[in-house]
């Protein structure tokens, strides 16, 4: 997700003063193919077996590549199957906390900080602790952090558990006969709009973050174009390439805009993208899984190096995000 002083993200600094993203360390899977019985860790392949009840997915509500799984999650059905954690949106220095939960302590890892469950499970570790991550609770070791697989496995090895949600249907969010139509997209959305402002916000050169800038709009503008004439990314359904779009696009205006410093043009003056957005937000699990208390104060109060006063802006109108009732988007 994000850092929080300098130092700790230097090694994530190119020598051109680029944005690097750390890789993943922890990238088991749980899988309807596991060797393993129920009760017991992976098999010889990194393959956890599936279990109700066994798995604990701790999120920041702040971060987009953990609200993926939030929202996934609730599409799915999947909420009496996966628990769910959620940290304090502010991170110290020892990063994320539990301080949500009574006496500060998630009330079923029994740990203070989601650090200790990475160093239970990797004692060497010196990166970054990230969210999402997928822990189970029986050995208290971390399955996944794997944020891109994560989402996708809960669409294809959780399916005996999906459950039907308001409108008496489970959402098919990552289609076999669309994927490799998909996988492009998802792949151009990560790197310039996902990943892209970060690069803008992160950035140390004026280069770096002009070049990023450069490509996170050009893209916002290719998919401005994409959606003139479509409903959502691949159609008429949302899919697993619009999860990840919408978490980015409904923190822009409240964080990239100005804290990222992505301000050609805000979200609410691309027409097609925010009819797509708010069309989205207005669905049940996706508007309703957006704390925007939790993102603009985890931007703002954690990013010191950015944000030194940590003064959290009062703007912008959240109001604009309700839709009429009674209307439609389209």
Same mark, same amino acid.
Request: glycine share 6%; hydrophobic share 35%; net charge negative.
């Given at each position: 997700?994000? #850092? ?23 990238? $088991? ?27 604990? *997915? ?34 110290? &220095? ?5 301080? *949500?939960?009574? $006496? ?13 469950? %990475?160093?239970?499970?990797?004692? $060497? %570790? ?30 294809? &090895? ?23 139509? !998909? ?6 959305? %990560? /790197? ?11 950035? #140390? #050169? ?14 916002? $503008?290719?998919?401005? &174009? ?7 990314? !691949?159609? &008429? ?16 205006? /409240?964080? %990239? ?44 109060? #954690? ?19 309700? *839709? ?7």
């Amino acid at each position: 997700m994000s #850092t929080t002083a300098p130092a700790q993200f230097a090694s994530e600094t190119s020598s051109r003063g680029e944005w690097v993203r750390q890789g993943n360390r922890f990238t $088991d899977r749980v899988t309807r193919d596991s060797t393993s019985a129920p009760g017991e860790g992976p098999d010889d392949q990194g393959r956890w077996p599936v279990e109700a009840g066994r798995y604990r *997915l701790v999120v920041s509500l702040a971060c987009p590549w953990a609200h993926r799984s939030v929202i996934v999650r609730r599409l799915l059905g999947l909420e009496d199957v996966i628990s769910l954690a959620v940290v304090d949106p502010v991170r110290d &220095e020892k990063g994320w906390r539990f301080t *949500l939960d009574p $006496d500060g302590r998630d009330p079923v890892l029994g740990t203070r900080y989601l650090s200790e469950t %990475y160093l239970a499970s990797d004692p $060497d %570790y010196a990166g970054r602790v990230t969210v999402p991550c997928l822990v189970d609770t029986v050995t208290g070791r971390v399955v996944t952090n794997d944020y891109p697989q994560l989402t996708l496995d809960l669409s294809t &090895e959780w399916v005996e558990h999906h459950r039907p949600g308001p409108d008496g249907t489970v959402p098919d969010l990552w289609p076999a006969d669309e994927r490799a139509d !998909m996988q492009p997209l998802i792949d151009d959305v %990560y /790197a310039d709009v996902n990943n892209g402002v970060y690069r803008c916000g992160f950035a #140390t #050169t004026q280069e770096a973050y002009e070049e990023a800038f450069d490509r996170l709009f050009a893209r916002l $503008d290719a998919l401005e &174009e994409r959606l003139a004439d479509r409903r959502f990314l !691949m159609g &008429e359904e949302p899919r697993e390439v619009d999860v990840r779009l919408f978490t980015t696009l409904v923190r822009f205006d /409240a964080v %990239y805009h100005g804290h990222f410093k992505c301000n050609r043009q805000k979200l609410t003056e691309l027409p097609n993208l925010w009819r797509y957005a708010r069309e989205l937000w207005a669905r049940p699990g996706w508007g309703d899984t957006v704390d925007l208390d939790h993102i603009q104060r985890h931007y703002y109060v #954690t990013h010191e190096q950015l944000n030194p006063t940590r003064i959290v802006p009062k703007g912008p109108d959240r109001s604009v995000w309700t *839709l009429p009732a009674g209307s439609s988007s389209r």
